[in-house]
């Protein structure tokens, strides 16, 4: 059997052996991410490789060039072991910035579980979780890229993996990236993992169905109804965790297929529903999911943003990791850019694709149409990244979903675009948004930028707050009960929303 020796991002070096004509993408289990599941059509799945492997597929030499293909530079996607072979995973790409902080209202714990208890957020990128004891103490936290991600970037495609009979594998994953969480936390805590009794996991419904291994088919098509919105504590033949194998696992209420449990989490922690003023939640992702909180009603919805704001569909896009390009400034005719860790340049993530469209605008270096005025392909950030024009279009489709959302949601609620006394941005993403930048390119309509706030992982919060005080619980379940869902997918509002959102506001 071929070996293959991989040097992975940190510089440990690992073998295995793996049948004759493996796809590379499967021997590497999990090394890799692949964005757009595998298809050959996103480019992300790189490596460089040295040894036995399959000739080029057409597909590689398009979306990496000749030169890259010359350095040994692969995709993983579309190439096979076909004899002994060294693997480099791709440094610049591997370690993802991943905030786990989120606020919580002050509360007295009267906690849900004996021992200790954890909470976690599945979220379709990233994976994050908090551990506590009886005090209410945080004894640790931990975060880790979704391991599913090598499945897919979204939701649509693991979804379509399940159903081609890869439910086991894409629950398995999961859970073993719930288990290793756990197992970091109890090594920080000093406690064995087997002593957390209670774990709270929330994520959006896809993520739920499958984590517990459910037929997801009823989320695939038209109706779009869940079978299940949880709300319940998993049956032990449904879910366990090997880590914790004695633990009863909440999963908190979701809304409906396309608006989770994180919602409900969120509505928990950032507790908009419990004042008189209107509000506005958005949970920022690969999915926007947004609430509307408006004279003691509460609608929902879901509008799909596509992986853009993880750099999946960017032509030098990455997530939030060292080397990535995550503020770009224009001062006196010039422009500058930093990237996390000061590290040198290698792709430009969601935040510093927001700042990029906005400096644009303000440079006129695009027009309000997002057509670059010059009539070049492409803008160099930096002598390594660039962005191009079909980069600007993807931006433009990703923003106008979400601003359209929201202004379709103000609409069904009876409110303006002027309306809501205070707009919340959930989610890891929103934390490292810049929320002029983003005003300024209608991800959100510019009137709410006064009233605009951050409030960082609002899901794994929400769920922090139903582990340590079991009131938290039913709240999230009486809002899941009492929210009304609007459908964009139906809505002739959302359509022209959506059209007239394409643009960009000048700043
Ligand atoms: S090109 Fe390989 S995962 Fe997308």
Redesign the pocket.
Same mark, same amino acid.
Request: charged share 10%; proline share 6%; glycine share 22%.
């Given at each position: 059997m071929p070996q293959i020796t991989i040097h992975d991002a940190a510089g440990a070096v690992s073998v295995r052996k793996v049948p004759r004509g493996t796809l590379l %993408?499967h021997a590497l289990d999990g090394g890799v991410e /692949?964005? *757009? $599941? $595998?298809? $050959?059509? *996103?480019?992300?799945?790189r490596v460089t490789v040295q040894g036995a492997l399959s000739s080029p597929d057409p597909r590689e030499t398009s @979306?990496l060039g000749a030169a890259a293909l010359r350095r040994g530079v692969r %995709? /993983?996607? @579309?190439t096979t072991v076909e004899g002994d072979c060294t693997v480099t995973l791709g440094a610049d790409r591997a370690v993802q910035v991943i905030r786990s902080d989120g606020t919580m209202p002050a509360f007295a714990p009267e906690p849900i579980f004996e021992k200790y208890g954890a909470a976690v957020d599945i979220g379709t990128t990233t994976l994050a979780a908090r551990l506590y004891d009886r005090s209410g103490a945080l004894l640790a936290q931990a975060a880790a890229p979704n391991p599913q991600r090598t499945y897919g970037a979204d939701v649509i495609t693991r979804t379509e993996k399940s159903l081609a009979g890869e439910r086991e594998s894409l629950a398995r994953c999961i859970r073993d990236g719930i288990d290793s969480l756990l197992r970091q936390m109890s090594a920080q805590a000093g406690i064995p993992p087997e002593a957390v009794d209670t774990v709270v996991l929330t994520g959006n419904t896809a993520m739920l169905y499958l984590l517990t291994a459910r037929d997801v088919d009823c989320l695939s098509h038209a109706p779009f109804l869940a079978d299940e919105l949880f709300g319940r504590y998993a049956e032990p033949e449904e879910l366990r965790l090997s880590a914790a194998p004695k633990a009863r696992l909440y999963l908190p209420r979701c809304i409906s297929a396309f608006v989770g449990a994180d919602i409900t989490s969120a509505l928990v922690s950032s507790q908009i529903c419990t004042r008189d003023e209107s509000a506005l939640l958005a949970d920022i992702g690969t999915n926007g999911e947004l609430a509307l909180w408006h004279k003691g009603r509460l609608l929902c919805c879901s509008t799909a943003a596509g992986p853009v704001f993880e750099g999946a569909t960017i032509s030098q896009g990455m997530q939030a990791g060292p080397g990535a390009i995550h503020r770009v400034a224009y001062e006196n005719g010039k422009i500058s850019c930093r990237t996390i860790e000061s590290a040198p340049a290698a792709g430009i993530c969601g935040s510093g694709l927001i700042d990029a469209a906005a400096v644009f605008l303000r440079a006129g270096i695009i027009d309000e149409t997002g057509a670059f005025t010059d009539e070049e392909d492409a803008y160099p950030l930096t002598p390594e990244v660039s962005l191009t024009q079909k980069d600007i279009r993807m931006l433009q489709l990703a923003k106008s979903a979400i601003c359209a959302g929201m202004l379709t949601l103000l609409e069904a609620g009876g409110l303006s675009a002027e309306g809501p006394a205070r707009l919340v941005i959930a989610g890891g993403f929103g934390s490292f948004l810049d929320l002029h930048s983003a005003a300024c390119i209608g991800l959100y309509p510019p009137t709410l930028e006064s009233r605009a706030r951050a409030i960082g992982n609002a899901a794994l919060a929400g769920a922090s707050m139903m582990l340590l005080r079991g009131q938290y619980r039913q709240q999230a379940a009486a809002l899941a009960e009492q929210a009304e869902t609007v459908d964009l997918s139906a809505s002739p509002v959302f359509r022209e929303n959506y059209v007239e959102c394409m643009g960009f506001e000048t700043p």
């Open positions: %993408l /692949a964005p *757009c $599941g $595998g298809h $050959g059509r *996103c480019g992300k799945c @979306l %995709l /993983a996607c @579309l």
